[in-house]
């Protein structure tokens, strides 16, 4: 099994010295687009989740999640979040919740400003 993990460490010689480590495991592939991975590894004070040696270690959002983080910083409600999916508005609620939990936040608009500083949201 691959675990494909996205690198958004800012610092060119950290991101190296990362990318070298885990470049000798067989099972790992680095991949450009946070979309496409199932762990993102990032850096900084407020990025949330687990700390290892510095750098932080993010789970990555699926596709309808970063979709239903869009619709969020339209100002989208649950509701409409959920018409605008075609999915039921229960569903849009637990999507909301894992948005928020992955992001390490606890409202709405920590996760917009969170998704727009790690490039998910677009300006």
């Given amino acids: 099994m691959t675990l494909r ?3 958004a460490i800012g610092s060119p010689e950290l991101r190296r010295r990362v990318a070298a480590l885990l470049r000798a495991d067989a099972e790992v592939l680095l991949v450009a687009e946070p979309e496409r991975a199932e762990l993102v590894v990032g850096e900084g004070p407020d990025t949330g989740v687990a700390e290892l040696a510095g750098t932080m270690i ?66």
């Fill in 58 to 123: 993010l789970p990555a959002l699926t596709s309808r999640e970063t979709d239903v983080l869009r619709l969020m910083a339209q100002g989208l409600g649950n509701k409409s979040i959920a018409r605008e999916l075609g999915i039921s508005s229960h569903t849009a609620k637990y999507h909301v919740a894992a948005v928020l939990a992955k992001l390490g936040v606890h409202t709405r608009a920590e996760a917009v400003s969170r998704g727009i500083r790690r490039g998910l949201v677009p300006l």
């Fill in 5 to 7: 993990i996205h690198l």
